[in-house]
């Protein structure tokens, strides 16, 4: 079973600033699309971004577009994600997940591995 595990959240106040990161194995993150999803209370789990194997290509949900950044490091199997301008709204759970192949996709259901999740809370 493929691990992934997250690091990086916690408390921040609104304006401020977080850096997620996510490792993984070295087969999984080498072939596999890597991305980050959310999940507030109450709420359904929802895309955040998400970044191809060779990190070439890169999407955003439109909530998060010009403040949060994606981006991996092939030299230690880890994607990151870069939150800048938190908002009280963007408290949540937030999931790495990695789909094997190269097909694209925001749905998390076409994801096979998921990390244990970490907090992310913006006071105002």
């Known amino acids: 079973q493929e691990q992934l595990v997250e690091s990086g959240g916690g408390l921040v106040q609104a304006g401020g600033s977080l850096r997620l990161s996510c490792a993984a194995s070295e087969r999984t993150f080498s072939s596999s699309i890597m991305a980050w999803f959310r999940q507030a209370p109450g709420k359904e789990r929802e895309f955040v971004a998400a970044?191809?194997?060779?990190?070439?290509?890169?999407e955003y949900a439109d909530s998060v577009k010009g403040r949060f950044t994606i981006s991996r490091d092939s030299a230690k199997n880890t994607v990151f994600l870069q939150m800048n301008s938190l908002k009280p709204e963007d408290t949540a759970v937030y999931y790495c997940?990695?789909?094997?192949?190269?097909?694209?996709?925001?749905?998390?259901?076409?994801?096979?591995?998921w990390g244990q999740g970490t907090q992310v809370t913006v006071s105002s």
């Open positions: 970044i191809t194997w060779a990190g070439s290509y890169t």
């Open positions: 997940a990695a789909r094997m192949g190269s097909s694209f996709s925001r749905a998390r259901e076409m994801y096979d591995y």
